[in-house]
Every structure is written in C-alpha cells, then in structure tokens.
C-alpha cells in the first residue's frame, strides 16, 4: 500500500505507523566523550565566540578512533541535556524562550535544551586534534557535556534543495552564534 510508514514486517522491531506503544523499550547510550573548557553556564547566545574540547573516554578509544577527522573544517556533535533536570522536560507546546510575540509551537518544531530525551546536536568548526581531544569553536554545550557521538560536517548531507523556515526562528537565532 503506498504511503504505509511502516510495513508489516518491520512493526515489531519499528511499533508501528499509529504511535502505539514500543514495548517500553529503553536506548542506552554510553558518552564517547565530555566537552572540557569552554563555558560552564547555560546561556542561550553567543556561542560562536566559545572554545572548547571534546575529550574522548581513553576507556573506550585510542587516538586512531580521530584520524583523519583533522581533515575536515566542521564537526557534527551529538550531545546530552544533562542539566535538565527531568521535571523541565517538554512533551507539548510552548513559546521559545517564553517569548509571548512567537507562536505556540510543539516541542518537535524548535530547538529547544528540555526535549523528551534531552539530545542535542551541533554543528562546530574543528580547530585542531591532538590525540583523544578535538579542539572546537562554535559548539553550543557547556564543560563536562557528556558527548555520544562525532560526525565530520560532509555537505553532501546537508539538505537537498530550498530550505524554508518561520520568522520567529530567524530571530530567535540572530544572536545565537554572533
């Protein structure tokens, strides 16, 4: 049938196209590394002038895990809210930053830190790898972030064709990174 999101064989590993529950099924994800340096308070602008590490678990991985990643100009980070007590967690709508001239919008169409399971992702400028640390600019998370994953930035990934997107997220961002 077109347009099924789901097929049939795939529901049990996937729940299934009407949202129904996925058998409580529980993600763990160990960090590959914490954020070292950079700022130590949450703030939501001017991220751009901030640099920081991104110190890899020597448990887990050996300089060779980084090679090549010197190569490439931005870095792709996946990284955990961990300062978000589970009480701030949002599952509805709200207005961003509280601001009562932006629309009510769904937690799932804004950016926001209080996301149900508290992953952040980021895009930063690598500056330099040295070993088990990556040295960044750019990077929105606050020393000792626990990190879960590294991707080098490859603009083939990036979206395919025109992007759009609504007037109060323009704002909202017109300070983030200056």
């Known amino acids: ?5 789901v097929d049939e064989a795939d529901e049990d590993k996937a729940g299934n196209a009407e949202g129904k ?4 099924q529980d993600v763990v994800c160990r960090p590959v590394g914490r954020v070292v340096g950079g700022r130590t308070e949450v703030a939501d602008d001017h991220w751009d002038r901030e640099t920081a590490v991104i110190r890899l678990d020597a448990e887990q ?15 792709e980070v996946v990284f955990h809210f961990d300062r978000v007590a589970p009480e701030k967690i949002e599952s509805g709508a709200r207005r961003p930053r509280g601001n009562p ?14 996301r149900p399971n508290r992953l952040g992702v980021s895009r930063c400028r690598v500056l330099a790898v040295e070993g088990l640390d990556v040295r960044v600019a750019g990077l ?4 000792g972030t626990p990190v879960l994953d590294l991707k080098p930035h490859m ?3 990036g979206p395919r ?13 017109r300070e983030y990174y200056e």
Request: aromatic share 12%.
């Open 61 to 75: 991985f050996g300089p060779e895990a980084l090679y090549g990643l010197a190569d490439f100009s931005h870095l």
């Open 101 to 114: 001239d932006w629309p009510l919008v769904g937690i799932f169409a804004q950016r926001g830190k209080n």
């Open 1 to 5: 049938m077109a347009g099924k999101a």
């Open 140 to 143: 929105d998370a606050v020393d």
């Open 161 to 173: 064709g025109e992007t759009t997107q609504p007037q109060w997220s323009v704002e909202l961002m």
């Open 155 to 157: 603009a083939e990934f």
């Open 21 to 24: 529950d996925l058998g409580g």
